[in-house]
């Protein structure tokens, strides 16, 4: 860990990002300072953190994690944070629900153990809160006094509310067209927001230009320019399941995929946990959802490429609507490397799987959890998905903030006077 110097003045001092020891270049390798680096130097591959991650015994780490805070700081010794970082303004999200959906198994033959993690219950509702909390790190550590990103969505609304709290100004760009839901949670934090007129690849090409411009000077782009930082957020919802099975792993794990970033966090997440002797090492097989609207990583790996074509997004879900998603090809290693797989539903299959989840568990998931439980469904169905085996469906947003899915059909049963005749009429009664 970087020794900080009392006076705090000492700008040669290493940024404190507890056991992150580098950055280092996912395709060659080479090795560079921490910073707000995101693309090698020498070959142009992304960055990742590396760590020196803890030693000791796997008993005292489980105890000295069980021991922490009912948040995603529990994981401190596991992420690019400062030890003291759970004493920081920040939103603290994270240690959600793990719920063990019995009906919806029942309902889909699943006999080996069916859960859903429900990340719309972080603090504006959707899995964004973690990666962004661990963004608002770096950007302290590098002195950032802007926080920004290009966003489908849940990204600007997490960027928003932790800016506020933080204390830091936020300026985040969003496809013009978004839902009500994603825009007002958006803008009720205070920070800027702007609408481009176009999709999110287009978002992200301008923020992209921005980086590179005196206007966007001082500014930490969360998704960009802190992008391996922010990444290792979503490690935290590997730890997390393991640690709610009992500190163990699950056979099967369904996740959405926007970007990618999540699946493959999530499955370095499973990684260390497996070599901290944190959990017992047996195989475990991740599945990607997208909607077919959208499906450029599910279309390469049905066609065994290892390339992503992008594609020109057109589906309700709109928060996975990513056409060139920049963890496409390492989406699909992880799926092809642990037997599992990437697939697709239609938009009327989302939004059966939206009311199926609602129905059976009383879970109100946005479209994103509708394409992960409608992509598992149809993988159970076509046997892919083994019901045998325990299975981990990611809900990663909340169904309020994407109404528009679900309104048509989601309506009063009946409108009547208030009188206990018309209430007989309508035939709802138990006499
Ligand atoms: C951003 C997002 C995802 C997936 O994000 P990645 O870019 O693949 O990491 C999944 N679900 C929801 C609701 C999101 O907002
Ligand atoms: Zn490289």
Redesign the pocket.
Known sequence: MAVQTVAGNDTTASPDLGPAAALSCRECGERFELGPLFACASCFGPLEVAYDLPTGSPEELRKRIEAGPDNIWRYAPLLPVPADVADKPNLNPGFTKLVKADNLARELGVTGGLYVKD?SGNPTH???DR?VAIAVEAARAFGFTTLSCSS????AGAVGAAAARAGLRSCVFIPHDLEQGKVVMAAVYGGELVGIEGNYDDVNRFCSELIGDPLGEGWGFV?VNLRPYY?EG?KTLAYEICEQLGWRLPDQIVI????????T?IDKGLQELIRLGLVEDRPYKIFGAQAEGCSPVSAAFKAGHDVVRPQKPNTIAK??A?GN?A?GPYVLDIARRTGGAVEDVTDEQVVDAIKLLARTEGIFG????GVTLGVTKKLIEAGVIDPTLTTVVVN??DGLKTLDAVSATSQATATIKPSLDAFRAAGLGTA
């Open positions: 990340d959707s899995f964004k990666v489908t969505g849940n990204l998704n990444g979503s959405p995929i926007a970007s990618g970033s999540q699946l966090k928060s996975l990513i998603p963890d946005e479209t994103a959890g990663t947003g």
